[in-house]
């Protein structure tokens, strides 16, 4: 049998894509519809969710870039550094994060106002007068815990509508969040 005719014959016994349930609705651009194998609803609730978290996220990053500038005192060369090494791991972190709610269907946040309004994690007004390095580590360990309160509610959220990449994110992201906040933390005890 000819190389031809087996392909011939082995496409004619494959057996047909099934159909969707539903059909999938295009956009009035004419770009087909979200068919990932997770609800509408169920990618709605986890985008929220990581809207949420993207605004923490963001919040942490700022407040955390902020002390870098600011550190004084006889911790300064270390904790410089620190805040250096985690501002920029954190920087790197928001664009997989607003990703993952872009591949969901649904628009990022990416204002201040909206992260304001979304965030758990109070913003630093600025420093008038220097802070005591202390008290930024403290604010950094209860910024990076509530980071990871935040990241739980949506790996739950994401596991229970069977969303891998987003659990798997979430579990990346409580990793770190949850080592830093150690390290912090350790400097304080």
Same mark, same amino acid.
């Given at each position: 049998m000819s190389k031809k005719k087996s392909i011939e014959k082995l496409a004619k016994s494959a057996k047909p894509e099934k159909a969707p349930k539903a059909p999938i609705k295009a956009h009035a651009d004419g770009a087909p519809g979200i068919n990932i194998g997770i609800s509408s609803g169920d990618r709605r609730k986890t985008s929220d969710g990581l809207a949420h978290f993207l605004s923490d996220a963001f919040t942490l990053y700022l407040k955390t870039h902020n002390f870098?500038?600011?550190?004084? $005192?006889?911790? %300064?060369?270390?904790?410089h550094t620190m805040f250096e090494t985690q501002y920029t791991e954190q920087w790197n972190a928001l664009d997989e994060i607003a990703e993952r709610i872009r591949a969901l $269907? %649904?628009?990022?946040? $990416?204002?201040?106002?909206? %992260?304001t309004r979304l965030s758990s994690i109070a913003e630093e007004p600025g420093l008038a007068d220097t802070a005591d390095w202390r008290e930024m580590v403290r604010q950094l360990v209860v910024g990076n815990e509530a980071v990871c309160r935040t990241a739980r509610k949506v790996l739950k959220t994401a596991d229970e509508a069977g969303d891998d990449p987003t659990v798997d994110l979430m579990t990346q992201r409580l990793n770190i969040h949850e080592k830093t906040a150690w390290m912090l933390r350790s400097l304080l005890q």
């Open positions: 870098h500038w600011n550190v004084t $005192g006889p911790m %300064f060369n270390a904790l $269907g %649904f628009n990022a946040p $990416g204002s201040y106002a909206e %992260f």
